[in-house]
C-alpha cells in the first residue's frame, strides 16, 4: 500500500538501486560566522494539502449576533451619555466665569448689566467698534502687557473688557466688586475703564448725530402733532462728583465741600435719539454760557424749533424759535383739557426720553473720585450709547 506523498525511485537506468545521500561538506552544513540563515532554510516547510481552509460564519449562533448589535447599542449610547457630560462640564465651567458668553441666552441679564435690550443690539454694536480696536486705541493691546504677575490675575478677551465697562456704567459697581466679579486685579480694572471709555469716546464721539429736520419729520411720533418742527429737545443733566480728602487739602478749597456740581446739555431728536452732547462744566454756568461754548448754536439755523425741558433756562440767544411747553399746571380750565391731555403725553415722552441717561447709575450716584480725571469721557459715552442700547432709531 502506498503510502501518501511516495514517489518512484528504482529505474532501469539506476539499476533498480537506491542512489547513496551526497554527503555534505561541512561549509554546507554550518552557516559562515556573521551570515544570516537564508529565509529559505528559517522558514518551515508547509504540507499545502494538510492545510484547512476557513469555513464560513454560518455556523454563528443567532445569540452570538444579536450580542454584537446589542454591544454595538450600547456603545453608541455610551458616547452620547459622553458627550451630554462634556456638554454639562462645558455648561457649568461658563457658569462659574462671569462673561457676556454666560448671559447671551437671557436679554434680561444682557439690560441688567450693560444697559442694551437684548445680546442681539448688543453684539450688532459690537461688529460697530471692533474694526477700529487694533487702529485706534488698541484697548487690548495696550492693557494686554499691564497684567499683573500675581496667580489671581489673568488676562480677559476684548469683548469682556467692554463687558465689564459696561458693568461698570450701568450698575455703577465699584472696582473691587468688579476685580472680583471677574477675576482680574483691581489696578487692571480702573485700567480697563479708562482705557475703554477714551476708546469709545473716540469711537462715538467721531460719528455725526446731528440729525437734519426731513429725517425728524419721517420720524415724528405722534405726541409731537402741535409742535411738528421741532428739531431738538434740550434738557439739562447734573452729576455730583465726590472730592477726595487729599484734593481738598492741596487745593485747599474754601468752600470745604466733599461734592462737586457738574452739568452739561443734552439734546435729543423728538423719535428719541441723542443728537447733541456738551462737555461738562460747573454747575455755577448758565445754560446760555454752556449752548454758546459747546457750538450747540452753530447748528441751528432761523428755520428749525427748539424745545426745552423743564429746568434750561436759555434766552434769545438761539438763532431759531424756542418753545417752552406747559408740562405743569396747577388748574386748568374746562376748554383746556383737551390740550392739557395732549401736553401730559408730551410731558410723558420727554420725561423718558431723559430719563435714559440716568438710567446708567454710574451718573445717577455720586461719582467716585478715582475717575473724576474721565468723567467727561464717562457721561458722553453714556449719553451716545443711547442710541444703540434699544436700536438706532428708538420711539420713547
Known amino acids: 500500500m502506498l503510502k501518501r506523498g511516495a514517489i518512484p525511485v528504482l529505474f532501469e537506468w539506476n539499476n533498480y538501486s537506491v542512489p547513496v545521500p551526497r554527503r555534505t561538506s561541512v561549509w554546507e552544513r554550518r552557516p559562515k560566522e556573521g551570515e544570516a540563515e537564508s529565509p529559505a532554510a528559517a522558514e518551515p516547510t508547509v ?9 464560513h460564519d454560518y455556523c454563528v449562533s443567532p445569540a452570538s ?72 486705541v488698541g484697548v487690548h493691546r495696550r492693557i494686554g502687557p499691564l497684567i499683573d504677575s500675581t496667580p489671581s490675575t489673568r488676562s480677559l478677551q476684548p469683548i469682556d473688557e467692554l463687558f465689564l465697562f459696561l458693568n461698570f456704567l450701568a450698575l455703577g459697581s465699584k472696582p473691587m466688586d468688579l476685580a472680583e466679579r471677574f477675576r482680574v486685579h483691581q489696578s487692571k480694572v480702573s485700567r480697563i475703564i479708562k482705557a475703554w471709555s477714551n476708546f469709545l469716546f473716540t ?26 418742527d421741532t428739531t431738538v429737545i434740550l434738557g439739562c443733566t447734573e452729576l455730583s462728583c465726590q472730592f477726595s ?16 456740581t457738574l452739568k452739561g446739555l443734552v439734546g435729543m431728536a423728538p423719535h428719541g435719539a441723542v443728537t447733541f452732547v456738551s462737555p461738562l462744566y460747573a454747575v455755577d454756568n448758565s445754560d446760555e454760557h454752556i449752548a454758546h461754548e459747546s457750538g450747540l448754536i452753530d447748528l441751528l439755523t432761523p428755520g428749525m424749533e427748539v424745545m426745552v425741558h423743564r ?46 441717561v440716568k438710567e446708567h447709575k ?35
Open 65 to 136: 449576533g444579536d450580542m454584537a448589535n446589542e454591544l454595538a447599542i450600547q456603545k453608541e449610547a455610551l458616547q452620547k451619555q459622553a458627550e451630554l457630560l462634556q456638554r454639562e462640564i462645558e455648561r457649568l465651567h461658563l457658569r462659574t466665569r462671569f462673561c457676556l458668553e454666560r448671559f447671551r441666552c437671557s436679554d434680561d441679564d444682557i439690560r441688567h448689566y450693560t444697559r442694551f435690550a437684548s445680546y442681539d443690539l448688543l453684539m450688532g454694536f459690537w461688529a460697530l467698534i471692533e474694526p477700529f480696536l487694533p487702529s485706534t
Open 203 to 228: 469711537v462715538l464721539g467721531s460719528m455725526r448725530i446731528w440729525v437734519h429736520g426731513d429725517q425728524i419729520q419721517q420720524n415724528l411720533p405722534a405726541d409731537f402733532q402741535q409742535y411738528p
Open 362 to 396: 454710574l451718573l445717577d450716584s455720586d461719582i467716585p473720585p478715582g475717575v473724576f480725571g474721565i468723567i467727561n469721557q464717562l457721561y458722553t459715552v453714556a449719553c451716545l450709547l443711547i442710541n444703540y442700547e434699544n436700536g438706532p432709531t428708538v420711539k420713547a
Open 311 to 356: 429746568g434750561v433756562l436759555i434766552g434769545d440767544i438761539l438763532p431759531c424759535k424756542v418753545v417752552r411747553p406747559a408740562f405743569r399746571r396747577s388748574q386748568t380750565s374746562a376748554g383746556e383739557v383737551r390740550e392739557t391731555q395732549a401736553s401730559a403725553r408730551l410731558r410723558a415722552h420727554v420725561g423718558r426720553l431723559f430719563s435714559r
Open 47 to 55: 504540507d499545502r494539502s494538510e492545510m484547512v481552509a476557513p469555513d
Open 245 to 260: 480728602s487729599r484734593l481738598l487739602q492741596k487745593e485747599a478749597i474754601s468752600s470745604c465741600k466733599s461734592h462737586w
